[in-house]
């Protein structure tokens, strides 16, 4: 499994209704490479990644994800006032030896988490008074202090401006590239899909999800039967390069 985070053979999820969300999905994120998710409200996104995770049990198929795989959800519960620091501390605990608390290795990988997602200046603050944007780098360095291979992420992008939707965005394709993570994130838009991933996962509900190279399944035709409208993909020039955006047609 050399070079493989995250593996999915002949994987298949029921909804509560027992009808079937997908199945038969065969995906591969392998180190340096960044995945996305598409798909409608109520096509699975989140039963996907708490799937390949192993928080849900498939209803078929099997799957493979590297030791520590980590996890970000769309939202936090947490509802205390602890410092970021703290925060960041949580994704140290599997390491952490009975009864002994964290050591000086455990703060170390602390440290180098809010480094890597440049909030070491947040350190001190409350998790509480964060911004959203903030908030969900903090989640996001609590799964790399944990020395995590695959990163997984639900819709990291929700309820963020532009500003911080472009910093996640770098981030997460900076994490992969830089430090050989496998990522793959859920998004309702194929934007973000476009702007750093290598492969793409688009689910349809009851269907197999169709599964490919960004650059040769992200079609017109395929996210105007996914989102059920006309949808076109403009090549826009970015500097030096291009690069595509998709764009709902109004009628």
């Not at 995945?35 to 799937?51: A, E, F, I, P, Y």
């Not at 964290?102 to 170390?108: E, I, N, P, S, V």
């Not at 079609?219 to 709902?248: C, D, N």
């Amino acid at each position: 499994m050399a070079g493989i985070r995250i593996e999915a053979r002949g994987l298949g999820r029921r909804a509560m209704d027992g009808t079937w969300l997908w199945r038969r999905a065969d995906l591969v994120v392998h180190a340096g490479q960044a995945v996305g998710v598409l798909g409608r409200n109520g096509s699975g996104k989140t039963t996907m990644l708490r799937t390949l995770l192993g928080l849900l049990r498939p209803d078929e198929g099997t799957v493979y994800a590297a030791r520590g795989t980590g996890y970000v959800p769309q939202s936090s519960q947490l509802a205390l006032p602890f410092a970021v620091r703290d925060v960041v501390a949580m994704g140290r605990v599997r390491h952490a030896r009975l009864f002994g608390g964290l050591g000086r290795a455990d703060m170390r990988a602390v440290d180098r988490a809010l480094d890597h997602v440049g909030i070491a200046d947040l350190a001190a603050r409350s998790f509480l008074e964060l911004s959203g944007g903030e908030r969900q780098l903090v989640l996001i360095a609590r799964a790399l202090a944990a020395d995590c291979q695959a990163l997984l992420l639900d819709e990291p992008f929700a309820s963020l401006d532009l500003d911080n939707q472009r910093r996640i965005l770098a981030l997460l394709g900076s994490l992969a590239r830089a430090h050989e993570l496998g990522i793959m994130f859920s998004s309702h838009h194929p934007d973000h899909v476009f702007a750093i991933a290598d492969a793409v996962v688009v689910l349809r509900r009851g269907e197999a999800p169709v599964c490919g190279p960004v650059s040769q399944t992200l079609t017109e035709k395929l996210l105007g039967q996914t989102y059920g409208v006309p949808v076109e993909v403009l090549q826009l020039p970015q500097s030096g390069s291009s690069r595509r955006h998709a764009v709902p047609i109004l009628y």
